[in-house]
């Protein structure tokens, strides 16, 4: 994939609207990826840097690139109100007047929710691997007693024996 992405920024190099670029979330770059949500590599945002959205679709140089033509747009955004409908700039008017503190303790207590889910859903899973293992153990214990029961190891002695 890293070359379609290269070759991808060459090509939408001339386009002043866009920016095809990389960070290396396991150095310089952690504080920045950890902040939008980056947790497996390679991930692909797209849209406004302050809110970025995932990119779910081909890996391959055609797919980004279709992607890239028409798929990325300018959005609603305090920096392009007019792109907004009414009901969308009453809302960023409604957090314009609140104070950075109110805006901070708000993104606090959505963060705080979403991490909630995030701990609820690895709970399940660990849950779904402590089952996955007995599983895996009892279908090994099965599979060990049907052949002891058989003398299957005598019979592919016999049989290698017979070859």
Not at 76 to 86: A, F, Q, R, V, Y
Request: hydrophobic share 30%; proline share 2%; aromatic share 6%.
């Amino acid at each position: 994939m890293a070359d379609d992405w290269e070759k991808l920024g060459e090509v939408m190099e001339s386009n002043p609207d866009l920016v095809i670029g990389e960070v290396d979330c396991t150095d310089v770059g952690a504080d920045l990826c950890a902040s939008h949500g980056v947790e497996g590599f390679p991930t692909l945002k797209y849209g406004d840097a302050e809110a970025l959205s995932d990119y779910d679709g081909g890996r391959d140089y055609e797919s980004l690139e279709k992607f890239a033509q028409t798929g990325i747009k300018l959005t609603c955004s305090p920096k392009n109100i007019d792109l907004c409908t009414e009901e969308q700039k009453g809302l960023i008017d409604t957090f314009m007047e609140m104070s950075l503190n109110d805006l901070l303790d708000k993104i606090d207590e959505i963060d705080g929710s979403t991490e909630k889910f995030e701990s609820e859903h690895e709970k399940e899973v660990e849950g779904l691997q402590s089952h996955y293992e007995a599983m895996e153990a009892k279908s090994s214990a099965d599979k060990k007693k049907a052949k002891d029961d058989a003398d299957y190891g005598s019979i592919k002695q016999v049989l290698a024996a017979k070859e």
